[in-house]
């Protein structure tokens, strides 16, 4: 649950240090632009074993001072979910959240009453029956990356696809390129399978769509 650091070069200090490993696709906005909403659903993968596996959608501010994230968690040996702001500035509460068995399908949203002021309102929910919501003021950290993430700590990417569908970003802006040219995919470390990326503005507003984004497996 750490945050995706500015610094690749001390991320990859930290991956030789800690055996930690990063797959991570990314939407960003352009300059001046921001995302009001993000949501979808994903499928939990098969757990290996209890391990620091941390799965997440997440939404990270231009100076990437943190992440406020949905994140399934392997570390007991069954998946948990819960929503945070992880990891300070400001230092906020994790959220409540539930337990998710292999092969559930989990819905997320997180939205945002005011772009520049706002506090993001965040719900989870599983085809299970659990469910989750949060509250996290953050002003002064306007978010323009929308993120689907894989992050483990010496453990390996054995447990097969992670398989988002129907996700939807929500930015305040009329251009499109950043939702219909498809996600930065982080040192091309994963085998990504994507429906196109369908792009709707309206109201100075651009709602991008994906299908279908898959993380598959790694490159
Ligand atoms: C998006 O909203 C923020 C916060 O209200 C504002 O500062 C910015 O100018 C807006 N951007 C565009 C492109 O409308």
New binding site residues.
């Given amino acids: 649950m750490k945050l995706l650091t500015t610094c690749l070069a001390l991320l990859a200090l930290l991956e030789y240090v800690s055996a930690q490993t990063w797959y991570f696709l990314t939407f960003t906005t352009p300059a ?3 995302i009001s909403a993000y949501s979808g659903s994903f499928v939990a993968p098969p757990l290996p074993e209890a391990a620091t596996y941390y799965l997440w959608p997440g939404l990270q501010p231009p100076d990437n001072a943190g992440v406020l994230q949905g994140v399934l968690d392997g570390r007991s040996g069954e998946w948990w979910i819960g929503d945070g702001y992880c990891c300070s500035n400001p230092s906020l509460a994790w959220g409540s959240g539930f337990n998710v068995p292999n092969g559930q399908t989990v819905d997320f949203s997180f939205s945002v009453d005011s ?2 002021d706002g506090t993001w309102g965040t719900t989870l929910s599983s085809s299970g029956g659990g469910a989750a919501t949060g509250s996290f003021p953050l002003p002064t950290h ?1 978010m323009n990356q929308a993120i689907m993430a894989i992050e483990l700590y010496g453990v390996a990417w054995t447990f097969g696809q992670f398989a988002f569908s129907d996700v939807v970003i929500v930015a ?2 009329t251009s499109t390129a950043w939702c219909t040219g498809g996600p930065y995919n982080y040192e091309n470390a994963a085998v990504v399978s994507l429906s196109t990326p369908v792009a709707t503005v309206s109201g ?1 507003q651009t709602t991008c769509k994906i299908a279908s984004i898959i993380l598959v497996e790694p490159a």
């Fill in positions: 001046g632009a921001y772009i520049q306007p305040n802006t100075g």
